[in-house]
């Protein structure tokens, strides 16, 4: 496991995010984050992501010279479906401070404008993000993001994603995301 410090919960959902890059296989914390999970898997299990894409990456030789550099990849329905995106409902804000969730390699997030607008955007940190976690110096208002989860399989897809063709922070062509799907193995017996 990439993320924080956490023991497998077998009663948490998996979701797997199939690329042509490779499957990141991710394990949501709804105990921890329960409004942020919900939120994530309302559009997975609504089919939302099925042919979306991650197009954007931060990395250092892409951001301004001396500002905080930040490392992840970022997908969601922003490129493919911009007019769902701004149909769906926003999700409560928990923040890391509310969570315990941090923002160390592999683990997965919701990107945001203000606190309490994020929808469907998301992005997996590829370095650990100490800014980007509560009280952190990537948001002016300290609130940061909210961690919901972390890689626990396929963190060598993402590093792959990371390493494609990029212009202004945008990926060149973006990569596909084919769809997002729970897990079947992961689901509780019945």
Known sequence: MYGC?????YNNPVVIIKTK??????ELYPEKAPATVSGFLRNVD????RNSSFYRILRKDNQVTGSLH???IQGGIWQSDPDLKSKLAPVAHESTRQTGILHKRGTI????F????ATSEFFICIEDEPGFDYGGNNNA?????AAFGEVVEGMEAADKIYRQPEYLQRFYPPVTILDIQRDAQSLPAE
């Open 5 to 9: 410090e956490h023991t497998k919960n």
């Open 21 to 26: 890059l490779g499957n990141i296989k991710v």
């Open 46 to 49: 609504s089919g939302y992501y």
């Open 70 to 72: 930040s490392f992840l």
């Open 109 to 112: 997030s919701l990107a945001r």
């Open 114 to 117: 203000e606190p309490g607008t």
């Open 141 to 145: 208002d300290g609130e940061g993001y």
